[in-house]
Nanobody
């Protein structure tokens, strides 16, 4: 059973940056992938980015390309989501999740373990 804990959320002005982290425990992620999702008030949870743990290959939603960067530290079993040029519409609770496969999936149902989420608020 993989446990995930996100951190790094907070309040930032538009144009600013935040770095979210996700620490995994309870198992190795070598054959898995990790995704980030977000959920704004009154909206459905949506895919943000994904990284294959073994090779570090990434895939991003169009609305974050060029602004967000997802990376992982295999030795520490952690991943980081660097978010730059933040916009008010990026305000949401951000979740990390682990999929027990390395194929690219952008739907919630494709992920097996979830963190509790961390709030990101971007003021205008």
């Amino acid at each position: 059973q993989v446990q995930l804990v996100e951190s790094g959320g907070g309040l930032v002005q538009a144009g600013g940056s935040l770095r979210l982290s996700c620490a995994a425990s309870g198992g190795t992620l070598s054959s898995y992938s990790m995704g980030w999702f977000r959920q704004a008030p009154g909206k459905e949870r949506e895919f943000v980015a994904r990284i294959g743990w073994r090779l570090g290959t990434t895939y991003y939603a169009d609305f974050v390309k060029g602004r967000f960067t997802l990376s992982r530290d295999s030795a520490k079993n952690t991943a980081s989501l660097q978010m730059n040029s933040l916009k008010p519409e990026d305000t949401a609770v951000y979740y990390c999740a682990v999929r027990r496969a390395f194929s690219i999936v952008t739907t919630e149902a494709g992920y097996d373990y979830w963190g509790q989420g961390t709030q990101v608020t971007v003021s205008s």
